[in-house]
């Protein structure tokens, strides 16, 4: 398997490029970056900064992978950006580098993040997430695994997402979601489950129903955080593996839940 370089693209000296990856015409590589084979910068794409690429990732005409981060505490150095593989960045997306000398950018693998959409400095970023267009992620929020968000969200610095949760289009999220939600609104509140993402995933009809019954005793009993999380681990199987999931995260949130 050949690496195929379009005479026009532009490959700084010091980028390392494995066999079998493509670089379309007018394409920009940077001296720091990695990639590994069966990976295509299509034509005006850009990666640059000190980023590693997996496996048969797509960079789409236009995309910006690798940018210099938005933060002003930036410093200098070569804070890094690791993207696994298997994901697709459309047309116009950006993720950006870390800030600080020694920490990463984290995007995982396979994951579908449509045009003009963000990902910002110090994100980590689980497998299989669907971002649709013109959402973005704000510096140091974290995304679990087989996560949807939809068009236009805008998610706050330092907010999490749990796993196969999904936030609504054009929403606002300032606080947690937790794992199996779906939140929408301005500001966006958790409204019911995910039962659909939970179906897709291959979850059983009964563990579904048991996300089912965690939301109602999370959030229309009418208790409190702290109540609420009492009640779950008392009536609750607490080594439940989704019930442990949903609780470890309500635990973990210090931006509070939505």
């Not at 704000?138 to 968000?149: A, L, M």
């Amino acid at each position: 398997m050949s690496t195929e370089i379009h005479p026009t693209a532009i490959i700084e000296p010091g980028a390392e490029l494995e066999a079998g990856v493509t670089v379309g015409a007018y394409a920009y590589i940077g001296a720091r970056v990695k990639i590994r084979k069966g990976t295509e910068v299509m034509h005006h794409a850009t990666v640059e900064g000190a980023t590693t690429m997996g496996n048969d990732n797509e960079v789409h005409p236009y995309a910006y992978v690798g940018g210099k981060t938005h933060d002003l505490k930036f410093q200098g150095g070569s804070p890094g950006l690791r993207v696994g593989s298997g994901n697709v960045f459309r047309e116009f997306t950006t993720v950006h580098c870390a800030t600080t000398e020694g920490t990463e950018t984290i995007v995982g693998d396979n994951n579908l993040i449509l045009a003009y959409s963000h990902i910002a400095h110090e994100c980590i970023v689980g497998d299989h997430l669907v971002m649709s267009s013109h959402a973005a992620l704000g510096g140091h929020v974290e995304v679990g695994d087989r996560v949807n968000i939809g068009w236009g969200v805008g998610l706050h610095q330092f907010c999490r997402v749990g796993d196969h949760a999904m936030v609504g289009a054009a929403s606002k999220v300032v606080q947690d979601v937790p794992p199996f939600m779906i939140a929408d609104g301005n500001p966006a509140m958790v409204r019911t489950t995910n039962k659909i993402g939970l179906e897709r995933a291959g979850f059983s009809p009964e563990n579904v129903n048991l996300v089912r019954r965690v939301f109602k005793m999370f959030y229309k009993e009418g208790l409190n955080r702290r109540q609420a999380t009492e009640k779950l681990s008392v009536e609750m199987d607490a080594d439940n593996e989704i019930v442990k999931k949903f609780l470890t995260f309500i635990q973990g949130s210090e931006r509070g839940i939505s």
